[in-house]
């Protein structure tokens, strides 16, 4: 979703040519900044997974820290960031909800004999 949102949206990063601003569907691939969503899963993840609000704020902050260094590099606009970002978010929230649905499902490796297969578990 990211990378179909850096090409789809088609905006240049501010130190690129100038009026690089302008709106142009499908002209650039920078529409989105990719850092700010990679840098934000994992501390988004590990602000799930804790309890503690003292680590909790620790990682929420921590997960800005990518998005805000492209900005202050000149590398990418705030919007930019934002996008990144939020589809970090979504896609966080998206997994640790699925994880708590009734029916819990898994690709697995199956040893048949001698032979390699691969199998479907279902858990509820």
Do not use: C
């Amino acid at each position: 979703m990211n990378y179909a949102l850096q090409v789809g949206i088609g905006s240049s990063r501010p130190r690129d040519v100038e009026g690089s601003f302008k709106w142009n569907p499908f002209n650039d691939n920078n529409g989105s900044s990719g850092h700010a969503f990679v840098g934000a899963v994992p501390f988004l993840v590990a602000a799930k997974k804790t309890d503690k609000w003292l680590w909790k704020s620790a990682f929420i902050l921590g997960s800005g820290l990518a998005g805000y260094s492209r900005i202050y590099d000149d590398a990418h606009y705030l919007s930019q960031v934002l996008v990144g970002y939020s589809i970090a978010v979504l896609a966080v929230d998206a997994t640790e909800r699925s994880s708590r649905s009734d029916l819990q499902y898994r690709v697995v490796p199956l040893n048949l004999h001698g032979g390699m297969g691969i199998g479907v578990e279902f858990r509820r």
